[in-house]
């Protein structure tokens, strides 16, 4: 009886990670948790990018629910969501603030200058403040409330579909 325990034991650990594996496999990978959800937005004051007037800092977020984005020239994914964000600020749904992350000051105006600005605000940012929002890489985007509360915060490029599924449901729910 005893030996029988010990060729079921393999079988069964085999089985408790293939489980784990399977319930890994319908996580979304872009969902990650972030400790700063409900949580006020992190002080910060921003320089202006080259060539723009006034930075970003965390008073230009209180009053009224925004969007904040992180972004760099240097960034793929960063250029495939830039046109969902043209869209989504000539709609006027929403003001949409950048943060321009870790990126050489000419070559992110040089980038702004040549795919449109959707930003109300853009702050130049060396790495620190991406690091108090918990930025992982980018693009990372953040929904803010009027109280300065970050409420939601989205991994990797925006889409059409983000958009309508998940950020302008939210962002009316918090205007209420």
Known sequence: MSRRWIF???AA?????????YVGLGLDSNVL???LIDQPAPNFALPPLAGHEGGLSSTDLKGHVSLVNTFASWCVPCRE???VLN?????????????DYKDKQEAAAAWIAALGNPYTRIGADDGRVGIEWGVYGVPET?????AGRIRYKHVGPLTEADLQKTILPLVARLEQ
């Open 81 to 83: 969501e830039h046109p």
């Open 142 to 146: 953040f929904i803010v409330d009027r």
């Open 33 to 35: 948790p972030s400790p």
């Open 87 to 99: 869209a989504l600020a000539k709609t006027k749904r929403v003001p949409i603030y950048g943060i």
């Open 13 to 21: 650990v085999f089985a408790l990670m293939a489980g784990g594996f």
């Open 8 to 10: 079921l034991l393999p």
